[in-house]
């Protein structure tokens, strides 16, 4: 069993950072992948980013590039996430998850869920 707990969330203005954290614990060493994932209201889960156990791949979806960075501390077990140019459409819950698989393409491939951190970005 892997537990992970976020952590960061918040408030901020358009254009602004948040950093978001999710701390592993448990068998984390089964654990190659990591990534994140957000949820709006009304929308369904989308994946946002994924990083792997070297910290050599990186995957983001296109509406983050270039604004998002996630990063690993593997002596601390935790993964992070940081939101730099912050939109209102950022505004969501978002969730850490973690994947026995090198490559997990969708959601349903990842095996063990974080219960998520409130992001609010006002315009």
């Known amino acids: 069993q892997v537990q992970l707990v976020e952590s960061g969330g918040g408030l901020v203005q358009a254009g602004g950072s948040l950093r978001l954290s999710c701390a592993a614990s448990g068998r984390t060493f089964s654990m190659n992948t990591m990534g994140w994932f957000r949820q709006a209201p009304g929308k369904e889960r989308e994946f946002v980013a994924a990083i792997n156990w070297t910290g050599g791949m990186k995957n983001y979806v296109d509406s983050v590039k270039g604004r998002f960075t996630i990063s690993r501390d593997n002596a601390k077990d935790t993964v992070y996430l940081q939101m730099n140019s912050l939109k209102p459409e950022d505004t969501a819950v978002y969730y850490c998850?973690?994947?026995?698989?090198?490559?997990?393409?969708?959601?349903?491939?990842?095996?063990?869920w974080g219960q998520g951190t409130q992001v609010t970005v006002s315009s």
């Open positions: 998850a973690a994947a026995v698989a090198w490559d997990p393409r969708t959601q349903y491939d990842y095996d063990y």
